[in-house]
């Protein structure tokens, strides 16, 4: 560290990285798959829940609907996860569904599925840290009474994890999400013993309850569309499966090969949680319900407002391991904690995918810089914003928020499979060998199959959830859109504009002459040493300006100039209404009227000073004209800068800051020291 006021930075996200250590930040499939799969795989802790959620408006005798609907969602999930495989193979640059789309589709195509995946990772972070808090708040009231503050809390506290480096926060979430997947299983394969082996009948906490139908005996149409929702609301355990396509460039090499195994690794392991909870719910009988309150009965009783709905998960891992047991205890802990972790993936895809966009002009450039951790902290920090907005808004009430989820990422899912039939489709017409184009084939036949199945669940999403709230997803997406669209317009325009000109023009022909204009308020050290300066450049004309603001002190300006003899012509412009800017921005575009080909240098003497208070002292005229000459064509501004006494001791202190050592640096000697110490050949040979 060379600067003490460094400390806290290097505290929180470490030391800097140089750019050649770019590839020790690169993941073992062992590492990336907690770091770009968090999402989906902990979406098994709610998904199921809000399938029963959906149906539970049927009453109870809709549960028996729910395996068929986990049926539905694990073939889907095979099927993206077999497109996307084709994805990283062909496209692993990591721009993904972006890349996909705009290359086989257009520009257009690929700027909806860029806007659709941003929605799309702002409502993970904000579902995945909303739910999670929830999770935390059955155990801990004071997260309940505090939920807000504790899922901003819970953000800013994922920033400062991911502005640390993708290998660093990686290897941090790793632990919790395999201790979550494994005790997942556990449950699963526990649950199957008792009541398989040992014939134990299990019941969860809610066995015993009723559900008050909202809608009794729904049939014909009605039941279809409430399968269909149920079915839409389950599809959130596919959240999360495009970003490994996004990630690409973080894997170690060969990194497609490895991006592809761990997309089917996360495949597997996150449908056969997601089964095996949904067969838990059934035998061990969790009733859920929209409104528990009024629509869960005990005892021919509502529940009322004081009761607490426990997610399917801890429900289920009550009737297999027991409340309050050691495994039921460090289930439910690791299952907040990958909720919260889940995030992660959020954390990963957006800044990638805002980097590509900023290459392409799309996005600030600022978004395309990696930061001191090498990671993109710009994009970090602007997800993190979002993301916290949105959680306030909605108080972070999961149960709102994911209604606005999942239409974003079956718009990037839909548009990319129907890219890479096209990719295939232009590869097929070109190739001859008979093993490729029978490998083409086979691929592009399961990327039209995804775009297919993909297609039509997206339907099904906005339909069933469009007046639940999808709307304002769709609604973010525009905006996306919209401001990407003129951002990239507001980039090719001002490219257009510097453009060098292959023959000379005005900007590269020599001005006829120069004017320069040396403004003055006081005669002072700043302002001699301003006149010194625009005398050195020997420019064709040379005055002294000065704004009429006060008689007396302008008399006295005049006379001391004359008394003094500076040889350089004063000029006084009249301010009758006490402005300095207008006159001196008035007679500077005079100048220029006069002469379109002279150019006029105006110089300013500023006061350089050492404390932040001390700047709203001083310069607030000069900041204020430069301001505005800068959009005077042929004017160039000049700042003549005279330190003073508190530059002075700020420069003092930055050097004592510089000189500073860590603790144990003087035993070892400076860094400088040590490194100069390391360069010289030894004398003790």
């Known amino acids: 560290m060379s600067k003490l006021t460094d400390v806290p930075k290097r505290i929180l996200i470490g030391r800097a990285l140089r750019s050649d250590r770019l590839g020790e930040t690169l993941l073992p499939k062992r590492i990336a798959l907690p770091v770009f799969a968090s999402d989906p795989l902990s979406s098994v802790a709610y998904a199921p829940g809000e399938v029963l959620l959906v149906l539970s408006i049927a009453g109870v005798s809709a549960y028996h609907f729910s395996p068929w609907i986990a049926v539905a969602v694990v073939v889907l999930m095979f099927t993206v996860v077999a497109s996307y495989r084709q994805n990283v193979h062909a496209y692993p640059s990591g721009g993904g569904d972006y890349e996909v789309a705009t290359t086989n589709l257009g520009p257009k195509a690929g700027l909806t599925v860029a806007s659709a995946l941003l929605v799309d990772y702002v409502l993970t972070v904000a579902v995945s840290i909303s739910s999670g808090i929830e999770n935390l708040g059955s155990a801990v009231p004071f997260v309940v009474e505090h939920k807000v503050l504790c899922a901003v809390a819970v953000i800013v506290l994922l ?31 526990w649950g199957a013993f008792r009541g398989l082996i040992l014939g134990d009948t299990m019941h969860a906490p809610t066995a015993d309850y009723h559900i008050k139908a909202e809608h009794q005996g729904l049939a014909g149409f009605a039941l279809v569309f409430l399968l269909l929702r149920a079915f839409s609301s389950g599809c959130a355990a596919l959240t999360g499966v495009e970003a490994i396509s996004n990630g690409v460039p973080a894997f170690r090499k060969p990194k497609s090969k490895n991006a592809a ?13 997601f089964c095996g909870i949904i067969a838990l719910a059934m035998t061990t009988k969790v009733r859920m319900a929209e409104n528990p309150a009024t629509d869960l009965i005990h005892n021919g009783v509502p529940l009322g407002s004081g009761y607490v709905q426990n997610p399917v998960i801890s429900q289920v891992a009550e009737a297999v391991f027991g409340k309050g047991s050691f495994l039921f205890v460090v289930l439910a802990a690791a299952t907040a904690l990958v909720l919260f972790l889940a995030a992660n993936t959020a954390y990963n895809g957006f800044p990638l995918l805002g980097s590509i966009l900023a290459q392409d002009r799309y996005l600030p450039r600022q978004l395309h810089t990696r930061g001191d951790r090498l990671a993109f902290s710009n994009g970090i920090v602007l ?36 890219g890479m039939v096209r990719h295939w489709n232009r590869h097929l017409a070109t190739e001859k060998d008979p093993a490729k184009r029978s490998h083409m084939i086979r691929s592009r036949a399961i990327n039209a199959f995804g775009a297919f199945f993909t297609g039509l669940v997206l339907v099904v999403v906005l339909v069933t959830k469009f007046s639940h709230g999808a709307w304002v997803a769709l609604l973010g997406m525009c905006i996306f859109y919209a401001t990407m669209t003129a951002i990239r317009k507001h980039y090719d325009r001002v490219a257009e504009e510097i453009s060098a000109p292959e023959v000379p023009n005005d900007d590269s022909v020599r001005p006829s002459r120069v004017h320069s204009v040396v403004l003055v308020s006081k005669i002072h050290r700043p302002t001699l040493r301003a006149l010194a300066y625009a005398k050195l450049m020997r420019s064709d004309t040379l005055e002294a300006l000065t704004v009429n603001v006060d008689p007396a002190e302008t008399k006295a300006l005049r006379d001391e100039w004359e008394r003094r003899g500076i040889g350089v012509p004063l000029k006084v412009l009249d301010s009758p209404y006490r402005e300095i800017t207008r006159p001196i921005i008035e007679y500077v575009k005079g100048l220029r009227k006069e002469s379109p080909r002279d150019a006029v240098s105006v110089i300013i003497p500023e006061y350089v000073v050492g404390h932040w208070y001390e700047h709203l002292l001083h310069n607030q005229s000069a900041l204020r004209l ?46 400088q020291v040590r490194a100069q110490r390391e360069k010289e050949p030894s004398t003790r040979d």
């Not at 926060?169 to 394969?189: D, Q």
């Not at 009430?397 to 718009?411: A, E, K, M, N, W």
Request: aromatic fraction near 8%; proline fraction near 3%; avoid cysteine.
């Open 159 to 189: 920033t400062l994890m991911n502005l640390r480096g993708v290998k660093e926060s990686g290897t941090l979430f790793a632990i919790p999400t395999y201790v979550f997947v494994a005790g997942v299983f556990i449950m699963i394969a």
């Open 261 to 273: 195994t761990t997309l089917a690794m996360m495949g597997l392991l996150a449908v056969t949680m």
């Open 383 to 418: 997800l993190a914003g979002t993301a916290t907005l949105l959680v306030v808004i909605y108080g972070a009430d999961s149960t709102r928020l994911i209604q606005l989820y999942i239409v974003g990422v079956f718009v990037s899912f839909t548009l990319s499979q129907t």
């Open 626 to 671: 430069k301001g505005r000459l800068l959009f005077t064509a042929g004017v160039m501004v000049t700042s003549v800068p005279y330190q003073l006494a508190s530059s002075e001791a700020a420069r003092n202190r930055a050097r004592r800051r510089q000189e500073w050592n860590a603790p144990g640096a003087v035993r070892r000697g400076p860094a």
